[in-house]
């Protein structure tokens, strides 16, 4: 395992190091200690390795990660996980704003809970959230899966396009177009994955349930004119 400590190292020099690493790799575990909080850690990663990072971080930790494996044995900032491709990142704490912004692939595991506009505009992204989320989360969702076995906040997903939203505790209120929906086999199917997949396979698929688009915001419909 190659151990970096950035209480001697600077930030800079941990990522250029991870950048350098591809799928050949040969040292393919990676040790951060001493976070300390700092922003863009584990930022831009791209091979199929594993990061574990010893304490908490700032903004923006495992931005457009692909392929690797990050582990954040601490809280994290907002923007964790931003805009990722593939991989698993997982926050053994909590995680503040915009958890998994954009992603478009991968899976983020949130342990603790999730602030607000967690998933906002994913867009194929797999979150699951062993505690709460906070408002407007999900907001302008275009596809993926958001799994919350918490409560959710305000505003559930605004806006929300085709993804998939399965919340196990209440949810304070649905955003613009978001309704409750069926629980068909195949989503118990996929939701009993997804927990599988982020370590919680003691929890019952059967107590959430289902929210998705009504459809009737962004496909024009003459008799919803006044919604517009």
Not at 184 to 205: C, Y
């Amino acid at each position: 395992m190659r151990t970096i400590d950035l209480s001697k190292s600077s930030l800079r020099e941990l990522n250029e190091d991870l950048h350098r690493q591809d799928s050949g790799a040969n040292e393919a575990s990676w040790e951060v200690l001493n976070p300390r909080g700092a922003h863009a850690i584990a930022v831009g990663v791209d091979a199929p390795i594993s990061v574990d990072v010893k304490g908490s971080v700032g903004y923006y930790c495992a931005g457009m990660n692909k392929q690797a494996a990050i582990t954040v044995h601490g809280s994290a900032g907002p923007g964790v996980a931003e805009n990722m491709m593939s991989g698993k990142v997982i926050i053994k704490g909590d995680a503040s704003q915009y958890a998994g912004a954009t992603g478009r692939g991968g899976m983020l595991v949130i342990e603790g809970n999730a602030s607000s506009r967690c998933g906002i505009s994913m867009k194929g992204i797999d979150i699951v959230v062993n505690g709460n989320i906070g408002h407007m989360s999900a907001f302008m969702a275009q596809s993926g899966h958001l799994v919350v076995c918490g409560d959710a906040g305000d505003a559930l997903g605004d806006s929300i396009y085709e993804a998939k939203l399965f919340v196990r505790g209440k949810v304070k209120s649905l955003g613009a177009d978001c309704i409750e929906k069926e629980m068909r086999p195949e989503h118990h199917e996929t939701l009993t994955k997804l927990l599988k997949d982020a370590g919680l396979s003691n929890v019952k698929s059967s107590e959430f349930k289902r929210y998705g688009s009504a459809r009737k915001l962004y496909n024009f419909n003459i008799d919803n004119a006044d919604a517009y």
